[in-house]
């Protein structure tokens, strides 16, 4: 098929077929990005939920749910050497209008995440109690956290494939139809939560098991929903079992762009633990408001995912069609949009920071300590848009190695040695963990902004 053929669009804007590489760039990041961001919004949503059922089971089954997080969030980085591969090499092959090359790393995309849930399936049932214990937490956390963390691993399989449905539509330029399927299915595990962790109607009472559960029953209905478009020709990528074969070559270009974005997101994990472990000797409450500001920071920020998914096709696909000057004027444009709602949230949480804690719990001392780590977390949101577009564009490109290089040396420079020194040796006292965090954000701000102002990933190659 010609490359005039492949960029045939239909007339709607918002078709999974529009050509994103033409018209008025902020007009296409709006429309490509604010499915992405609903769709970030209702999963993040759905975590939330969990928190407010699991939290009438006490501080141990919120801290038990918020560490059980952090592991899924840890097994799940593996994917970020697929989803950095798939989404660099699917939207330039889409914006040069080559669909057979885009066919065979969706294909690739689908066999290397099956691989990786058979795997997570097998070690993470028999693992789970491991993992939580090795926090020095209390037993009741450890207990709290193994019975959500068995249930999500003997899903995992179903999770892996959900996730590569949705970025494979994304690369392609579709974003109105994995937001379609998140939505369905976060539906479905926002209105079952409570009836299997609180035991409502003829559910049995499941607690913390039965918040893993919904999560579970719901992924397997979003990866059956995910293979019905993109098998049955209802988004911009159609496979067919033919490209479900590996291809040697294809996979190790997508690892060689995918395998710094693994490890960045790798060390984001293992400082995750780190920042556990410091907090650990503080008490439970420390560590469930730890917990639990991550999570309402998680859904502050879901329109940071969402546009910086949206600045990583349009990079990505404009780069494709050689036009680099397009992509950085969608860069700076998502930086803009990002940056004003964060200023938004900033006076908002500087105003009802307890308000917004006291909704999951009613516990004062936990809410005294949540709701000045949400405080602290603002200063951060100063430079949280600009960092997000910058990190986004530089990935985008397939440029992946500086954006490691940089996580690398935010974390073990900045953050961890910092969260250790201002929580032990100064009057911050835990507090100090949380300012760490900021000195972190903003280094990364600084140094991203300088690396796209030079310019190299406009010239990389994938």
């Known amino acids: 098929m010609s490359e005039t053929a492949n960029k045939t669009i239909p007339s709607e804007k918002s078709s999974p077929r529009k050509d994103w590489t033409k018209g008025p760039i902020l007009r296409n990041l709006l429309l490509l990005s604010w499915p992405m961001i609903v769709m970030e919004a209702t999963y993040m949503i759905s975590q939330l939920v969990d928190m407010v059922w699991v939290g009438r089971s006490g501080s141990a089954a919120i801290a038990g749910l918020g560490i059980g997080l952090m ?24 914006g040069a209008g080559d669909q057979a090359n885009a066919h065979k790393v969706a294909g690739q995309a689908y066999i290397l995440a099956f691989t990786w849930g058979v795997i997570v399936t097998i070690g993470g049932y028999y693992l789970a109690e491991p993992l939580i214990s090795m926090f020095g937490v209390e037993p009741s956390v450890v207990t709290e956290g193994s019975k959500y963390l068995r249930v999500m691993f003997l899903g995992w399989i179903s999770m892996e494939m959900l996730v590569m449905g949705l970025y494979i539509m994304q690369s392609s330029g579709d974003s109105m139809n994995p937001m379609k399927l998140e939505v369905i299915i976060r539906v479905v595990h926002v209105v079952l939560c409570p ?14 098991t039965g918040a893993a559960l919904s999560n579970v029953i719901s992924q397997i209905l979003g990866a059956l929903i995910g293979f019905w478009y993109i098998f049955g020709g209802h988004t911009r990528i159609k496979l067919s079992l033919k490209d479900i074969r590996f291809v040697p070559g294809m996979t190790w270009r997508m690892l060689k762009i995918g395998i710094p974005s693994l490890i960045s997101m790798a060390q984001m994990t293992a400082s995750n633990f ?22 309402i920071n998680g859904f502050i920020i879901t329109p940071n995912i969402g546009m910086s998914s949206g600045v990583s096709v349009l990079v990505g696909q404009n780069l494709g069609a050689k036009q680099p000057q397009r992509a950085v004027k969608s860069t700076w ?24 804690v006291s909704f999951f719990t009613d516990d004062p001392e936990l809410i005294n300590i949540a709701s000045t780590f949400l405080r ?8 949280m848009g600009f960092s997000s577009a910058f990190m986004s564009c530089i990935n985008g490109a397939g440029d992946t190695l500086p954006a490691m290089l940089i996580n690398i040396g935010m974390i073990w420079i900045v953050q961890i040695p910092l969260a250790y020194v201002l929580s032990n040796f100064t009057g911050l006292d835990v507090y100090g963990i949380r300012w760490a965090l900021v000195a972190a954000a903003v280094s990364s701000a600084v140094i991203s902004f300088l690396y796209f102002k030079f310019g190299k990933w406009k010239v990389k190659r994938v």
């Open 71 to 94: 592991i899924t969030f840890m097994v799940s980085t593996v994917d970020m050497a697929i989803i950095a591969g798939t989404r660099a090499m699917i939207s330039r092959f889409v």
């Open 195 to 208: 009836f299997l962790v609180l035991g409502l109607w003829f559910f049995p009472q499941m607690g913390i």
């Open 274 to 295: 780190v920042v556990t472990w410091i907090i650990a000797p503080f008490g439970t409450a420390a560590l469930a408001a730890h917990s639990m500001v991550n999570n």
């Open 333 to 356: 444009l998502g930086a803009a949009i990002l940056q004003g709602f964060l200023v938004v949230c900033i006076i908002i949480i500087l105003i009802w920071a307890r308000g917004i």
């Open 376 to 383: 602290i977390a603002t200063a951060g949101y100063l430079v």
